[in-house]
């Protein structure tokens, strides 16, 4: 149990569906990640919030649509995906302040798009 | 960030001590060096992180050299529960205008072997 919480743990989605990711961090953190794992590739970072706010998108199709409502709740919004966008999404948050970047994931969701 | 560059692979035999080495060679001096290990398809996990100076902790110990080109995460007595794909990442300190993300690599397969 790492603080981090993602539901569901497994979806599998048609290409004409939508769908979403939930994330929810119980470590009073205020920054949070959204990553992909694709089958035998590194992790991708998707997307950075902090205090609430997107201060990173990596270039992430737009069918992807990311959304903080608060700093303990991210959610991934999918539509439209392709075969190729399964993968193992990861979220994850860390402290704000000065200094080191102790990053802590949850388990992650794992996405069929068929 | 400084890019990280690690084997691809290591073998190690229960019980023993399990030494990973990562080269980051062109580090500058306000990167840290973080370790993540990632068993199969779990989220990765934290093990230890560090500036300059040796680290140890409940898991490992992070050994950096005097120049910080390079850096060794040891486990002391490897079990089977450690066999896992390890990640080196080195990344800016958090501060202003920077959230602070880890970028990562294809890491060190670590198999521990009875």
């Known amino acids: 149990e790492t603080g981090v919480t993602q539901t569901p743990r497994h979806l599998v989605m048609g290409m004409t569906n939508k769908k979403s990711l939930k994330c929810e961090q119980h470590l009073g953190h205020n920054a949070m990640y959204w990553y992909k794992q694709s089958a035998k590739k590194p992790l991708e970072l998707m997307f950075v919030y902090n205090f609430k706010e997107q201060t990173e998108n990596n270039s992430v199709p737009s069918r992807f649509s990311p959304e903080c409502p608060n700093s303990s709740h991210l959610f991934l919004h999918l539509h439209t995906l392709q075969p190729e966008d399964s993968a193992l999404y990861l979220c994850?948050?860390?402290?704000?302040?000065?200094?080191?970047?102790?990053?802590?994931f949850g388990e992650g969701s794992w996405l069929t798009v068929v | 960030d400084a890019k990280t560059t690690q084997p691809p692979s290591m073998d190690c035999a229960e019980g023993r001590a399990a030494n990973l080495p990562c080269n980051h060679s062109?580090?500058?001096?306000?990167?840290?060096v973080y370790w993540y290990r990632q068993i199969h398809s779990q989220g990765p996990q934290y093990i230890i992180h560090g500036l300059k100076n040796n680290e140890t902790n409940e898991m490992a110990s992070l050994i950096i050299t005097e120049d910080r080109k390079s850096s060794t995460l040891i486990l002391p007595h490897a079990t089977l529960r450690d066999t896992a794909v390890y990640y080196c990442i080195v990344s800016l300190a958090r501060g202003s205008g920077n959230t602070g993300k880890l970028i990562f690599g294809q890491g060190t397969t670590l198999q521990v072997k009875p």
């Open positions: 994850a948050s860390s402290q704000g302040g000065q200094g080191s970047v102790t990053i802590y």
């Open positions: 062109t580090i500058s001096g306000n990167e840290y």
